[in-house]
T-cell receptor, first 115, second 115 residues
Framework: EAQVTQNPRYLITVTGKKLTVTCSQN?????MSWYRQDPGLGLRQIYY???????DKGDVPEGYKVSRKEKRNFPLILESPSPNQTSLYFC??????????????FGAGSRLTVL | KNQVEQSPQSLIILEGKNCTLQ??????????LRWYKQDTGRGPVSLTI?????NTKSNGRYTATLDADTKQSSLHITASQLSDSASYIC??????????????FGSGTQLTVLP
């Protein structure tokens, strides 16, 4: 089944403890992206990647890192999490360009709480 | 800066009624516009895509319109059902169909359908 898989789905951690949220897609998509969703603010892009070894900042990249060493994986790294990073995170992927049948496929989401 | 604005922010209707959601954008050059449906706690799922040359497109009880001149789109839901309760997100893709560009997300309209 074609899908985007995120792990963990739920995580409670403490301030300053490094964590990684993994994202993997099995559709051979070039484009991958991370978003955070907070009440009343909608989806905001953190980082995106057009292909392997190519990453760019989105609208809210502060406090996050990403890497794209393989086409299928796009992990989101929080080096020193803070409470303001408590949010619902989504990973998504797509073929490029973003037109026609090349729809964004989203993962199920990862709910992160930083105490 | 590219922007996508949606209205209303939230909407409550009775089951069986129709409703229309609005999306205004300033993205240029324009490639396409997608409407996504996001159920609570889940990833968004594409409902329909509108390209520059398309004015109207239907997907069951969902009908999307696009006016590329005024840079406006609407999503009309006919004979609403309880399962239509969700957030509806407008996403605009920049650039020509042959290029890869960043996506701009609206903040969504939260629709609640009451019995």
């Amino acid at each position: 089944e074609a899908q985007v898989t995120q792990n963990p789905r739920y995580l409670i951690t403490v301030t300053g403890k490094k964590l990684t949220v993994t994202c993997s897609q099995n559709m051979n998509h070039e484009y991958m992206s991370w978003y955070r969703q907070d009440p009343g603010l909608g989806l905001r892009q953190i980082y995106y990647s057009m292909n392997v070894e190519v990453t760019d900042k989105g609208d809210v990249p502060e406090g996050y890192k990403v890497s794209r060493k393989e086409k299928r994986n796009f992990p989101l790294i929080l080096e020193s999490p803070s409470p303001n990073q408590t949010s619902l995170y989504f990973c998504a992927s797509s073929l490029i360009p973003h037109s026609g049948a090349n729809v964004l496929t989203f993962g199920a989401g990862s709910r992160l709480t930083v105490l | 800066k590219n922007q996508v604005e949606q209205s209303p922010q939230s909407l409550i209707i009775l089951e069986g009624k129709n409703c229309t959601l609005q999306c205004n954008y300033t993205v240029s050059p324009f490639s396409n516009l997608r409407w996504y449906k996001q159920d609570t706690g889940r990833g968004p799922v594409s409902l329909t895509i509108m390209t520059f040359s398309e004015n109207t497109k239907s997907n069951g009880r969902y009908t999307a319109t696009l006016d590329a001149d005024t840079k406006q789109s609407s999503l009309h839901i006919t004979a609403s059902q309880l399962s239509d309760s969700a957030s509806y997100i407008c996403v605009v893709s920049e650039g020509s169909s042959g290029s890869a560009r960043q996506l701009t997300f609206g903040s969504g309209t939260q629709l609640t359908v009451l019995p």
